[in-house]
């Protein structure tokens, strides 16, 4: 066989240039509709059914259902979405990324759309150079597209040439013609493929050229296509691996999805295939199987010549062929589209009655490690539609609350890294939490507040918005407090690189100060969780806060005299003092968070 070496990397580079075309094509379409998309998938999804449709929309978008899951995994990281959302969406992106195999169909079959791709880079050029953002977005879509299609046809033209090749197509035969063990044996080799290249559609695309070259039957192109199914969850779980416990759920209930969606398919499968058959010849005239039959009564030659990418030099009778050929080739990719579409909504109008029972499952398998690590997402404020003004101010007024007691948690996490032996495992675990719980704090201040500005926006009396503002403020005094926690895990972690030791005296003074600072913590978290506030409440805030500040003012004087008496190092007492400081600011904050709830209620 004269396949060289060369040979194959054009190949791979065919597949590189399809994978490249559609990666800049989805990150282009992301980048222009990327705000709107986080829009549409949060406030999209207030039940199952509307979850589905919103993935179907984002992934028939962006034409990458990947993208659409690992976009779903982050959100559930960051608490935007919760697990059972994040199950449908998933359902619905499977559906969506039929579409892709639709537009290889049509165009890549029916019309030779690789002629316009040059002249589609050349429009694309000036949208390139372009010095407004949302422009330049679009000219990475437009030659993400070209690229795409440039990559389909150089693959369809650098496959090997089977027909000329009756020993490698009697090597095919030889595993195609085993019956279910073939399906089962296809289906694993469209999974691996699919791992690999870390694209499902790549691999539809390849699947649909074999199959439209005769290689493969359509049920055995059908059985990598759920391979394909399988192997596309591969993205998700590894975008997960690093995320929190509610991120792992999600990603393994795509997972799950996929498998058992493919376990009934392969109980059915050979009645499904024929019911697509069926199907296609209905709507089409022809039927999936008449290629390979067409294949197998004319000789190698002769396939050859009528499927060469040029006509020149056919005769009357092979012209007809080659119509009649091509015709088939399209019928085929037809077919198998078909078949993932319909396989796909199946699935989903299966499956969607059992949402919840997927989140129990992988609620099961996927444990909590730690007691405190939970699921971070808004839990009484809803994406969808507002509340009356009345109960809006309620269901703010409790999560506020659910966001002070986590910014005090975020501090407890603190005083644990503080104490930890520093290059633990168990260090650098507090570290990431802090880190993780820092992300959190920040999108909970942007959710609250954007929920806040939309009550606003309502019919709501002056004292009502006077109320609002004054939430609004709580809210940005509780994130202060957020990123002063992390700040305390940054000065820690830079004395741990400065290498820099903290003598007894110091852990002890330190200790003092995190004992004020976490009453403070404790006075007002109690004050946002009640309904009327006692003046004795107030005035303890006050206080506390006097302490903390006057601590701060003597360990201030103590420690220039520590370091004049050589007690400890001049760099020791920087990094105590940030600590000090950094508590002192955090105890500010406390304060804020009070005087802005005191003001709240004397708008009640």
Same mark, same amino acid.
């Not at 067409?294 to 092979?318: C, K, M, W, Y």
């Given at each position: 066989?004269?396949?060289?070496?060369?040979?194959?990397?054009?190949?791979?580079?065919?597949?590189?240039?399809?994978?490249?075309?559609?990666?800049?094509?989805?990150?282009?379409?992301?980048?222009?509709?990327?705000?709107?998309?986080?829009?549409?998938?949060?406030?999209?999804?207030?039940?199952?059914?509307?979850?589905?449709?919103?993935?179907?929309?984002?992934?028939?978008?962006?034409?990458?259902?990947?993208?659409?899951?690992?976009?779903?995994?982050?959100?559930?990281?960051?608490?935007?979405?919760?697990?059972?959302?994040?199950?449908?969406?998933?359902?619905?992106?499977?559906?969506?990324?039929?579409?892709?195999?639709?537009?290889?169909?049509?165009?890549?079959?029916?019309?030779?759309?690789?002629?316009?791709?040059?002249?589609?880079?050349?429009?694309?050029?000036p949208f390139i150079f372009s010095g407004n953002s949302r422009r330049r977005s679009w000219g990475e879509f437009i030659i993400g597209f070209a690229f795409l299609f440039m990559g389909l046809e150089f693959l369809k033209n650098s496959v090997p040439d089977i027909q000329n090749n009756p020993?490698?197509?009697?090597?095919?035969?030889?595993?195609?013609?085993?019956?279910?063990?073939?399906?089962?044996?296809?289906?694993?080799?469209?999974?691996?493929?699919?791992?690999?290249?870390?694209?499902?559609?790549?691999t539809m695309a390849i699947t649909l050229i074999m199959c439209s070259k005769g290689w493969i039957s359509f049920d055995i192109a059908a059985a990598m296509v759920l391979g394909e199914n399988i192997g596309t969850t591969i993205t998700a779980n590894l975008a997960a691996l690093s995320a929190?416990?509610?991120?792992?759920?999600?990603?393994?209930?795509?997972?799950?999805?996929?498998?058992?969606?493919?376990?009934?398919?392969?109980?059915?499968?050979?009645?499904?295939?024929?019911?697509?058959?069926?199907?296609?010849?209905?709507?089409?005239?022809?039927?999936?199987?008449?290629?390979?039959?067409?294949?197998?009564? %004319? $000789?190698?030659?002769?396939?050859?010549?009528?499927?060469?990418? @040029?006509?020149?030099? =056919? *005769? !009357?009778? #092979? +012209?007809? &062929?080659?119509?009649?050929?091509?015709?088939?080739?399209?019928?085929?990719?037809?077919?198998?589209?078909?078949?993932?579409?319909?396989?796909?909504?199946?699935?989903?109008?299966?499956?969607?009655?059992?949402?919840?029972?997927?989140?129990?499952?992988?609620?099961?398998?996927?444990?909590?490690? %730690? $007691?405190?690590?939970?699921?971070?997402?808004?839990?009484?404020? @809803?994406?969808?539609? =507002? *509340? !009356?003004? #009345? +109960?809006? &101010?309620?269901?703010?007024?409790?999560?506020?609350?659910?966001?002070?007691?986590?910014?005090?948690?975020?501090?407890?996490?603190?005083?644990?890294?503080?104490?930890?032996?520093?290059?633990?495992?168990?260090?650098?675990?507090?570290?990431?939490?802090?880190?993780?719980?820092?992300?959190?704090?920040?999108?909970?201040?942007?959710?609250?507040?954007?929920?806040?500005?939309?009550?606003?926006?309502?019919?709501?009396?002056?004292?009502?918005?006077?109320?609002v503002s004054a939430m609004l403020t709580m809210t940005t005094e509780i994130e202060s407090i957020g990123d002063s926690c992390f700040h305390l895990a940054r000065t820690v972690i830079r004395k741990q690189e400065a290498k820099v030791e903290f003598n007894e005296g110091i852990e002890k003074?330190?200790?003092?100060?995190?004992?004020?600072?976490?009453?403070?913590?404790?006075?007002?978290?109690?004050?946002?969780?009640?309904?009327?506030?006692?003046?004795?409440?107030?005035?303890?805030?006050?206080?506390?806060?006097?302490?903390?500040?006057?601590?701060?003012?003597?360990?201030?004087?103590?420690?220039?005299?520590?370091?004049?008496?050589?007690?400890?190092?001049?760099?020791?007492?920087?990094?105590?003092?940030?600590?000090?400081?950094?508590?002192?600011?955090?105890?500010?904050?406390?304060?804020?968070?009070?005087?802005?709830?005191?003001?709240?209620?004397?708008?009640?």
């Amino acid at each position: 066989m004269e396949y060289t070496f060369f040979d194959f990397l054009t190949l791979i580079g065919s597949l590189g240039l399809f994978l490249y075309g559609m990666k800049v094509m989805s990150e282009g379409l992301q980048k222009v509709a990327g705000d709107r998309l986080r829009g549409i998938l949060t406030a999209m999804t207030t039940n199952r059914v509307t979850g589905v449709l919103t993935g179907v929309l984002i992934t028939a978008l962006i034409q990458s259902s990947s993208a659409t899951t690992v976009m779903v995994v982050s959100f559930v990281n960051a608490g935007l979405l919760s697990l059972t959302q994040s199950v449908s969406v998933i359902m619905g992106a499977n559906v969506g990324t039929t579409v892709t195999a639709w537009i290889i169909s049509i165009f890549g079959f029916k019309v030779n759309i690789s002629l316009f791709a040059i002249p589609l880079i050349g429009l694309a050029i000036p949208f390139i150079f372009s010095g407004n953002s949302r422009r330049r977005s679009w000219g990475e879509f437009i030659i993400g597209f070209a690229f795409l299609f440039m990559g389909l046809e150089f693959l369809k033209n650098s496959v090997p040439d089977i027909q000329n090749n009756p020993e490698i197509l009697s090597f095919l035969t030889e595993y195609t013609n085993m019956g279910y063990l073939s399906v089962l044996l296809f289906l694993l080799i469209g999974t691996i493929v699919t791992i690999v290249v870390q694209s499902s559609s790549a691999t539809m695309a390849i699947t649909l050229i074999m199959c439209s070259k005769g290689w493969i039957s359509f049920d055995i192109a059908a059985a990598m296509v759920l391979g394909e199914n399988i192997g596309t969850t591969i993205t998700a779980n590894l975008a997960a691996l690093s995320a929190n416990v509610s991120a792992k759920r999600a990603a393994f209930a795509h997972f799950m999805f996929n498998i058992f969606g493919v376990c009934w398919m392969l109980i059915l499968f050979f009645p499904f295939t024929h019911f697509i058959g069926f199907l296609v010849k209905e709507l089409t005239g022809g039927s999936p199987t008449d290629l390979m039959t067409f294949i197998q009564h %004319h $000789s190698p030659a002769v396939v050859n010549r009528i499927s060469a990418e @040029s006509a020149a030099g =056919l *005769s !009357t009778d #092979e +012209l007809a &062929l080659r119509a009649q050929y091509q015709g088939m080739q399209v019928t085929v990719s037809y077919a198998l589209s078909l078949f993932h579409t319909v396989f796909n909504i199946f699935n989903v109008l299966v499956m969607i009655w059992f949402v919840n029972l997927y989140v129990k499952i992988v609620t099961r398998v996927i444990k909590l490690k %730690h $007691s405190d690590d939970e699921e971070f997402q808004l839990k009484f404020i @809803s994406s969808g539609m =507002l *509340s !009356t003004s #009345e +109960l809006s &101010l309620l269901q703010a007024k409790k999560e506020i609350a659910l966001y002070g007691q986590r910014t005090q948690r975020m501090f407890g996490m603190v005083k644990d890294l503080l104490h930890e032996k520093e290059g633990s495992e168990t260090f650098s675990k507090i570290y990431s939490r802090i880190e993780k719980y820092e992300k959190i704090s920040d999108r909970m201040e942007l959710e609250i507040a954007a929920y806040l500005n939309q009550v606003a926006d309502g019919r709501l009396s002056y004292d009502g918005k006077l109320q609002v503002s004054a939430m609004l403020t709580m809210t940005t005094e509780i994130e202060s407090i957020g990123d002063s926690c992390f700040h305390l895990a940054r000065t820690v972690i830079r004395k741990q690189e400065a290498k820099v030791e903290f003598n007894e005296g110091i852990e002890k003074d330190i200790d003092l100060m995190f004992k004020l600072v976490s009453e403070a913590l404790d006075n007002m978290n109690i004050i946002l969780d009640k309904n009327d506030m006692a003046e004795s409440d107030l005035n303890k805030s006050y206080n506390k806060e006097m302490e903390i500040n006057n601590f701060r003012n003597q360990l201030r004087m103590e420690n220039i005299e520590n370091i004049n008496s050589k007690k400890y190092e001049y760099q020791s007492g920087i990094y105590f003092m940030d600590i000090i400081s950094e508590c002192e600011k955090l105890g500010d904050y406390v304060v804020n968070v009070v005087e802005a709830v005191k003001e709240k209620r004397r708008m009640n």
